[in-house]
């Protein structure tokens, strides 16, 4: 009875993901899947990098610096599988250029596009000049004024809120600033070596704080101070973690892009996809029978299950990230058949049918956990060093692999239980059989 309730239960539950897909997209605003540039377009943004007071040798490093700087941040606000890349260009004069391109998919509100560029902060820590003061300050800029940066954002590992201090009744919300190994190493020397020299924390070119150095500090943390707010100083600590840039950047070009694949690439994945279930369904209908049957069903909740995750999560479709929905479609109907074949070889021996079915998932589970688990590995390598294409494929197959275990494991065997029918005799042996035979 309870078996039955659960099979009920689930294709219930089924039966309303199937309505949301079909009946709400026809009636209502239905929010449609988020795709790709490759697939969908968008917005393409061209900055130049002001990389006057770099040392050359440093170049390289700060437009890698800056590039994942500005991935991290579009990230922030919500828009996946952007492609961020630098190049370097010729100006009008000749002189070679360093650039950074920007593509946000399915961003096409330049000014919103701009707005998530726009509001990331340069971070520079830079030494007051010997014989100058901050009295000059009115006349003189801050290149006159303060020596070229000496530790920029590229050095930053991360900042967050502390109160410290007391400013009347209240603690003064202040920025503290952790810097990684290197920018931990260069700002103990520069204390180290300039004791009692003033230097000041630039934020956009504007100084913030102007601090005297008193002693060494080794620990590698720095304090932005000033008459900031909480939320201020949170919104700053926010904005310095995910978005200090190495580099000054000026924005060159807007462009909003249509995508590389469009419309068609769409059609004939989703094609694809529907011909290939097709196919897989008549294999194992004519092949495996009633498991066949049983694993077809399983296949339609864990594609359904699968697109409300997406939809869910917001997973961003890519061409690749379509490609790794159809594998992981290939994998789940793999782990049926294994089940298939255990129960089929349990059956053989003689066994009722409900024991037949537990210990057939029971031989077949190791075999379903190993190379599941072999096949999340994989995805959780290529989500962890891949590129941003190579991210959405690696979560599109993951997020498969993982539904694929519960609907192989718990799905397929409830209804299998459900049935009740004993396959030792008559036509139901023929329902639990496979093949021509």
């Known amino acids: 009875m309870l078996q039955k ?80 890349q630098t190049q370097r260009a010729s ?127 080794p620990d590698g943390t720095a304090v932005i101070s000033g008459s900031f707010s909480p939320d201020e100083a949170k919104t700053l600590a926010r904005d310095l973690t995910y978005g200090a840039l190495p580099v000054p950047i000026e924005l060159v070009s807007t462009q909003t892009v249509s995508g590389t694949l469009g419309d068609l690439a769409v059609r004939q994945g989703i094609a694809a996809g529907l011909w290939g279930v097709l196919a897989v369904i008549i294999f194992m209908t004519l092949w495996y029978r009633l498991p066949g049957v049983i694993a077809s069903v399983a296949l339609l909740i864990y594609i359904v299950a699968v697109l409300a995750l997406f939809q869910l999560i917001s997973v961003t479709l890519t061409a690749a990230g379509i490609a790794a929905f159809i594998l992981s479609i290939g994998m789940a109907v793999d782990a049926n058949i294994l089940i298939s074949e255990r129960i089929k070889e349990e059956l053989s021996y003689g066994k009722e049918t409900s024991e037949a079915i537990r210990d057939g998932f029971g031989r077949a589970w190791p075999s379903i956990r190993d190379s599941n688990i072999s096949s999340m590995i994989t995805a959780v390598i290529l989500f962890w060093f891949g590129t941003s294409l190579i991210k959405g494929f690696a979560l599109v197959f993951g997020i498969g692999v993982l539904v694929s275990i519960i609907t192989a494991s718990s799905v397929s065997r409830t209804f299998l239980l459900a049935l009740g029918i004993d396959a030792r005799h008559g036509w139901r042996r023929f329902l639990f059989g496979s093949g021509i035979k």
């Open 5 to 84: 309730r659960v099979t009920a239960l689930v294709v219930l539950l089924v039966g309303a993901g199937i309505g949301y897909f079909v009946y709400g997209a026809q009636m209502y605003e239905w929010r449609p899947f988020r795709l790709g540039l490759d697939l969908s377009g968008g917005t393409q943004l061209v900055y130049r990098a002001d990389i006057g007071a770099i040392p050359s040798s440093d170049v390289a490093d700060s437009m890698s610096a800056l590039r994942d700087t500005i991935e991290r941040r579009v990230n922030l606000f919500g828009v996946a599988e952007p492609i961020v």
């Open 91 to 217: 100006a009008v004069t000749g002189t070679p250029e360093e650039r950074l391109l920007v593509e946000l998919p399915g961003v096409t509100d330049t000014e919103r596009a701009i707005a998530l560029i726009g509001q990331t902060p340069v971070l520079e820590f830079r030494m007051l000049k010997e014989g100058r003061s901050l009295g000059e300050a009115a006349s003189s800029t801050i290149n006159d004024l303060f020596e070229p940066a000496a530790i920029t954002g590229k050095d930053l590992k991360n900042a967050e809120l502390q109160f410290q201090g007391q400013t009347g009744m209240l603690n003064e919300p202040v920025v503290v600033l952790h810097f990684n190994s290197a920018g931990s190493q260069m700002f103990a020397d520069l204390t180290q070596q300039n004791v009692g020299r003033i230097f000041g924390i630039f934020l956009d070119g504007i100084a913030i704080s102007t601090p005297v150095i008193r002693e060494v500090i």
